[in-house]
């Protein structure tokens, strides 16, 4: 096994299997209730309507919004000063922390929560929809303590179970409550439900945790103050990158627009965020791994690590967007003709998609390492350029100048963050020639499956053909080209050589230059 990263609260090594299992666990958490979503979105679709389900969506992201804004930054400011106090040998102190969040958030979630059924009693439609959806966020905003706590003592397993596993029940209940005629109203009581449960679950792995780290607990007033004046600070990042990064185009197509426009926005959307959150898994384990290493002067480490995220992000990200946009817009055309044009709003997003990935890395570097004020910088200019964007395009292209005006702001989000990081970091390897050759592999297997999505009419057909075509284009073009860097491939086999036999070590190595190491799937440490 390959050397230690750091040390974490319990004095074991924070290695490879470590962020491996982290990214993991991670992954999981962020990926598959996008999953869900999209599941749900699918039977919304057919029992609602698109008028509908924009409605539902709209109510949906009021909630996210009053969540986003109630919390803020303290969840983030949380779990990064748990990381670094744990880096720093403080458990006793950072358990103080979490109790004087809890306090901070109850009042919060309580705040939020009644805002949303105060709207239902002035009359806000439907009453029962927008009640429920007040209890699920006040139940969301007391939940972000727990979790803080579990991502920041990087037990990432704890952090993720209790959602995936209720996560999963509530999606299956949801659908039996839309078929059953129980509507929008339906599916926000099948949501305050769940987050019932998850929150119980959670804050139950929470306190073993807790116990765990220390049977003390420290007050630190030095450390709650630095938590707080990040906590501000981030959260203006918060309602920045909610411009950014969410739906905040709901606003103005609610206005300019119908709610059928919302509903036409809302499912490329989703589909394009469960592509988005593969990467934001990754990077949920960046800003408490740095942290810790922060904590503990790794800073070389850091910089390393950095640049090989960078370059495989890049490397996926970017096969993954041409193929999208092959396969992407006829899945969503099955949705029916009521919602014309979600296959234009699909190609739109993932023009800019690549961009995406590069930005979320580079704030997850940035949080880490507490330069919150460059976080800032970055998504004051993105932000500002959103909204003058949404007023100029949206008026009259509904759904589709959403899509430009949103992938716009992402481009401008991302160029001025990965610039800060880099220079907090020191240079980069860009590896330029591997980039451009993941360049070329990414047109080569887009262009080939949109050839074979092309070949059939549209439904079940095309999409299978066009998922089995760019597996096959992708594999073959990349055992051509090799595309991952000598030393990100040794890395590579270092954390799945042990771990991977047959044929998808085999997979691995065919992408890979011929490197000095033992081979995949021999099961000997790298």
Not at 104 to 111: D, I, N, R, S
Not at 218 to 226: A, F, N
Not at 336 to 361: D, R, W
Not at 441 to 452: C, Q, Y
Request: glycine share 12%.
């Amino acid at each position: 096994m390959s050397a230690p990263l750091a040390v974490d609260a319990g004095g074991s090594p924070t290695s490879h299997s470590t962020l491996l299992a982290g990214g993991v666990w991670n992954t999981a958490a962020r990926v598959i209730p996008q999953l869900y979503t999209l599941a749900i979105l699918v039977v919304a679709a057919h029992y609602l309507g698109a008028a509908g389900l924009g409605r539902q969506s709209y109510i949906a992201f009021i909630e996210l919004t009053v969540v986003m804004l109630v919390t803020g930054g303290l969840p983030t400011a949380v779990m990064r000063y748990v990381s670094e106090s744990l880096g720093r040998d403080e458990p006793a102190a950072a358990r103080s922390l979490i109790r004087w969040a809890w306090g901070v958030e109850l009042v919060a979630g309580t705040l939020g929560g009644g805002a949303l059924v105060i709207a239902a009693l002035l009359g806000a439609s439907p009453t029962g929809a927008w009640t429920l959806a007040g209890v699920a966020a006040a139940l969301g905003v007391f939940h972000s303590v727990p979790s803080a706590l579990l991502l920041g003592a990087q037990r990432w397993r704890a952090a993720s179970i209790a959602g995936l596993v209720i996560g999963s029940i509530g999606t299956g209940a949801t659908i039996v409550v839309l078929a059953a005629g129980g509507g929008i109203t339906g599916m926000f009581a099948v949501e305050a439900v769940v987050g019932l449960v998850t929150l119980a679950w959670t804050t139950l792995l929470a306190r073993r945790v807790a116990l765990e780290l220390s049977p003390r607990i420290e007050r630190s007033p030095e450390l709650r103050r630095k938590t707080l004046r990040y906590s501000l600070l981030g959260s203006v990042s918060v309602l920045l990158a909610f411009v950014i990064w969410r739906r905040s185009e709901f606003f103005f197509l609610k206005h300019y627009s119908t709610y059928t426009q919302i509903a036409v926005y809302s499912i490329p959307f989703s589909f394009v965020a469960a592509l988005v959150w593969i990467f934001e898994a990754v990077v949920g384990v960046v800003t408490p791994v740095v942290a810790t290493l922060h904590g503990a002067g790794a800073h070389e480490r850091i910089r390393v690590g950095y640049g090989r995220v960078i370059r495989l992000f890049l490397l996926t990200s970017l096969p993954l967007a041409a193929v999208m946009m092959s396969i992407g817009p006829a899945v969503l055309r099955m949705f029916g003709s009521q919602f014309s044009g979600v296959g234009t709003v699909t190609v739109i997003m993932l023009v800019t998609f690549p961009f995406v990935p590069l930005a979320k890395a580079a704030s997850g570097l940035l949080h880490g390492l507490g330069l919150i004020r460059l976080v800032l910088i970055s998504s004051v200019f993105a932000a500002g350029a959103n909204i003058l964007l949404d007023f100029l395009i949206i008026p009259g292209n509904g759904a589709v100048g959403a899509a430009i005006a949103n992938g716009g702001a992402q481009v401008i989000a991302a160029v001025p963050a990965l610039f800060y990081s880099i220079r907090a970091t020191g240079t980069i390897d860009w590896q330029a020639r591997f980039l451009a050759r993941g360049a070329c592999v990414s047109a080569v297997a887009g262009t080939i499956t949109w050839g074979a999505v092309s070949s059939f009419d549209s439904g079940p057909a095309s999409v299978a053909a066009g998922i089995v075509t760019a597996l096959v284009a992708f594999a073959i073009a990349a055992r051509l080209f090799r595309l991952v860097p000598p030393d990100d491939a040794q890395w590579l086999q270092g954390i799945f050589g042990p771990r991977l036999h047959g044929l998808p070590a085999q997979m691995i190595g065919w992408w890979t230059p011929r490197i000095d190491r033992p081979a995949l799937g021999s099961g000997r440490p790298s």
